[in-house]
């Protein structure tokens, strides 16, 4: 109870512009009190020699002279030394950022409510008649706006309650006896009905699209996850081998310096070997040298042959044999036969390591794009396809812009030789590679005995049965027979298709996302195959033809 009566004296000494506390207290003639700086504030901004109460309104004229009021300076000081701080604003004012009662004077309390009716914002006490009021019974309640303004006509000056659909904008109802006579127009109500359901369906679609996307995303998370744990094995992996190959290598290295240092070691042992015994032998002759040198000088005949014919077994040598000095190429032949083989290590890993690089797939990851419904949505992505001579095969004659092809009767042409030319099939590719989204349509003059409409990359063979459209794994193509029959196939394997007959076929292509669709196009598309897999490589357009005097057209 104290606190209470504490905060209720604490209202009392509040500047009800401000408040706070009153600093400066001034009293105007009819009573009310302010500080001294808010009301000469609030004055001027009227800019106006009369001036008036914030509260009661009273006018006063001229603007009275404002003089400190020292009792209430007293009292605001008495309760600041009580420790007392400055009382916090009710919650209930409204404050700058609020929308204000329009009913409240002198301080505003907080609307709870914005009559779209009266054009006015309520406080709760001023709100009560128009729930209690039957008068108010029709009257539209919102969550306080500050932009009630701008329902009303500021022509007329009359709430837009009309919405002109011709206009597609709000009006009052003078405006759709004026301008807008005539046009097709509803209630605003009505129009905010339809809409919301619009709304609603709108925001059904967009969660149904963050739950995709969602989903997408814990799709792309986990294709992180798998992509770093097999590059982490495929690392691992790789350390592993290279590993065992430089041990491998090192191990040889080792092996071969050992052997080579052996190989050094008896033959140096053999040389030092046959050097101590040449030594000795020249030690021995020069002993024998010396003797013969000494024999020389004696003078006696007798002496002389006596000694000389017992040192005649000292000029016969004990190893007649002469030692033969080779370069030795031991070793040159090493380093040449390493030489070799490091050129052959070289050639295996050039040729070797291409193959390698493919294996390391490259995934193109990317936001998945709606697929087209419509022939329109399809020809968007529409891509302009020309056929390469040098793929066609010698029965097939091309024109228009070498976009047509003619099975010719009876003879070949003769196209120059060329490589990439097919051989046994009557069968020609595009010169475009495709490595995005692409559609395209081919159509037939006639019905012919058949025709082949591919994709495949541009590896395929082009001799033998294995360079037919579909008999191998690098070509798609749907079989368009003249029985009014289809068949996709694909490595072989043939997947009938039962569809009405027609002369225009159109293929569509995402090759990031592993879709490829050939329709039957008429007024509306209809689906004759889908596939979904993987595409690593470029692909080509492909067509087939069999059926003299028969043409296709890439449009």
């Known amino acids: 109870m104290a606190q209470q009566k504490i905060h209720t004296e604490q209202e009392k000494l509040c500047c009800s512009i401000c408040l706070d506390l009153l600093r400066d207290p001034v009293t105007l003639p009819c009573g009310h009190s302010y500080c001294m700086s808010c009301v000469k504030n609030y004055w001027d901004e009227d800019q106006e020699e009369t001036c008036s109460c914030p509260q009661c309104r009273q006018f006063f004229s001229p603007r009275p002279v404002l003089v400190k009021n020292i009792i209430l300076a007293d009292l605001v000081e008495d309760l600041k030394k009580t420790g007392l701080q400055a009382a916090p604003a009710d919650p209930c004012y409204a404050g700058a950022e609020d929308v204000a009662c329009d009913f409240c004077t002198g301080t505003k309390m907080k609307a709870s409510k914005s009559c779209l009716q009266c054009l006015v914002s309520y406080c709760d006490q001023h709100l009560q008649p128009h729930y209690k009021s039957a008068a108010f019974e029709k009257h539209k309640l919102v969550d306080p706006t500050k932009k009630l303004q701008e329902n ?11 919405f002109c659909r011709t206009d597609q904008q709000c009006i009052c109802y003078l405006c759709s006896m004026d301008e807008h006579k005539g046009h097709n127009t509803i209630s605003a109500a009505a129009e905010m009905t339809e809409k919301l359901g619009e709304l609603g369906l709108s925001r059904r679609e967009i969660q ?16 992180a996850e798998d992509m770093n744990r097999s590059a982490d094995k495929a690392v691992r992996d790789s350390e592993k081998v290279f590993s065992g190959l430089i041990s491998l290598i090192e191990k040889k290295s080792f092996d071969l310096i050992q052997q080579i240092r052996s190989l050094q070691m008896n033959e ?15 030690t021995e002759l020069k002993r024998k040298d010396v003797e013969l040198e000494k024999l ?28 033969s000095i080779q370069p030795l190429h031991y070793f040159e032949d090493v380093t040449a036969a390493l030489l070799n083989i490091r050129d052959k290590l070289q050639n295996i890993l050039s040729e070797e390591w291409d193959k390698i690089s493919q294996r390391v797939k490259h995934p193109e990851i990317s936001l998945t794009q709606p697929e ?35 099975v010719v009767r009876g003879k070949q042409l003769h196209h120059p030789h060329h490589p990439d030319r097919f051989i046994q099939n009557q069968q020609v590719l ?48 749907l079989d368009h027979s003249d029985t009014c029959s289809y068949e996709f196939i694909h490595n072989k394997i043939k997947t009938s298709i039962s569809a009405p007959e027609s002369l225009r076929l159109g293929v569509y292509l995402d090759h990031s996302a592993g879709i490829l669709s050939f329709y039957s196009v008429s007024n509306i598309m209809n689906l004759l195959h889908r596939v979904q897999t993987t595409f690593t490589r470029p692909l080509y357009v492909g067509l087939g033809l069999y059926g003299y005097d028969c043409s296709v057209k890439l449009c």
């Open 372 to 406: 087209p419904k419509t022939r329109t949505d399809f020809l968007q992505f529409s891509c302009d396809i020309t056929l390469d001579p040098n793929t066609a095969n010698p029965q097939l004659l091309l024109s228009e812009g070498n976009r047509r092809i003619t």
């Open 208 to 223: 149904q699209r963050v739950q995709d996307r969602e989903k997408e995303v814990k799709q792309l998370q986990q294709e």
């Open 152 to 162: 009303i006509c500021t022509r007329h000056n009359e709430v837009m309650k009309i």
């Open 296 to 323: 020389s000088h004696t003078q006696d005949h007798v002496q002389f042959l006596n000694i000389y014919l017992s040192l005649t077994h000292l000029s016969e040598p004990k190893n007649p044999a002469s030692v």
């Open 268 to 282: 140096v042992d053999r040389v030092k070997e046959l050097q101590e015994k040449l030594q000795q032998e020249i």
């Open 430 to 477: 595009g010169t475009k590679s495709l490595t995005s989204r692409h559609y395209w349509e081919v159509e037939m003059k006639e019905p012919a005995l058949r025709v082949l409409v591919a994709v495949t990359l541009k590896d395929i063979s082009r001799t033998g049965h294995e360079s037919r459209f579909g008999n191998n794994d690098t070509s798609w193509v």
